[in-house]
């Protein structure tokens, strides 16, 4: 299983970005579908998540500004990020819940990162 993750950069508070990871390889279904991030010093946290039916939840730092969504045809999560802040400045990963072939257990995938930076 692959998972590439793209558009990250930087962005001056106040703006927005859209990060976009797919998914690719060996995967029968996806379960859940999800967004983290690290910043420097700092243990990873859940950023959003969504379910195979488009159930989704938030940390409370990103409510009301960070939309995650899917397209399940094309095994790619979303995470839309508007009124960005310094202190979401982080590398953010995906991570994916799947099953390799029916009845396969759960296995979990995390995708390389992708650097956002909130800075005027």
């Known amino acids: 299983v692959q998972l590439q993750a793209s558009g990250g950069g930087l962005v001056r508070p106040g703006g927005s970005l859209r990060l976009s990871c797919v998914a690719s390889?060996?995967?029968?279904?996806?379960?859940?579908m999800g967004w983290y991030r690290q910043a420097p010093g700092m243990q990873r946290e859940l950023v959003a998540h969504?379910?195979?039916?488009?159930?989704?939840g938030y940390a409370d730092s990103v409510k009301d500004r960070f939309t995650i969504s899917r397209d399940n045809a094309k095994n790619t999560v979303y995470l839309q990020m508007n009124s960005l802040k310094p202190e979401d400045t982080a590398v953010y990963y995906c991570?994916?819940?799947?099953?390799?072939?029916?009845?396969?257990?759960?296995?979990?995938?995390w995708g390389q990162g992708t650097l956002v930076t909130v800075s005027s």
């Open positions: 991570q994916v819940q799947y099953r390799r072939y029916p009845g396969a257990a759960v296995g979990s995938y």
């Open positions: 390889g060996s995967i029968f279904s996806i379960n859940s």
């Open positions: 969504i379910t195979s039916i488009g159930g989704t």
